[in-house]
């Protein structure tokens, strides 16, 4: 089992930066694949970033290559996604999730039901 919570979340202006953050607990090492996917209010949950054990790959959606980091930092079992130059659509709530297996082909870390753990979310907020 594997407990995930997500913290860093807030209300920040158009332009600002803010870094979110997810700790695993319980099976951490289990924790091969760890994404960040957000969900604004009547829109479908959509991938934002995944982090690959192996490798140390990342990938990123398109809308927010270039302006969101996702990095880990092993030892305090955690994740943590950098939002930098942040707009207004990026307001959502964040959800951080984790997969226990690699999968087949990288296109599938896109999708949610990919990952076999969840978080309950943070709340990101951008104002102009």
């Known amino acids: 089992q594997v407990q995930l919570a997500e913290s860093g979340g807030g209300l920040v202006q158009a332009g600002g930066s803010l870094r979110l953050s997810c700790v695993a607990s319980g099976r951490t090492f289990s924790t091969l694949v760890m994404g960040w996917f957000r969900q604004a209010p009547g829109k479908e949950r959509e991938f934002v970033a995944v982090s690959i054990w192996s490798g140390s790959s990342a990938y990123y959606a398109d809308s927010v290559k270039g302006r969101f980091t996702i990095s880990r930092d092993n030892a305090k079992n955690t994740v943590h996604l950098l939002l930098d130059n942040l707009k207004a659509e990026d307001t959502a709530v964040y959800y951080c999730?984790?997969?226990?297996?690699?999968?087949?082909?990288?296109?599938?870390?896109?999708?949610?039901?990919?990952?076999?753990?969840w978080g309950q979310g943070t709340q990101v907020t951008v104002s102009s």
């Open positions: 999730a984790a997969r226990l297996t690699y999968a087949n082909r990288n296109v599938d870390y896109v999708r949610v039901d990919a990952y076999d753990y």
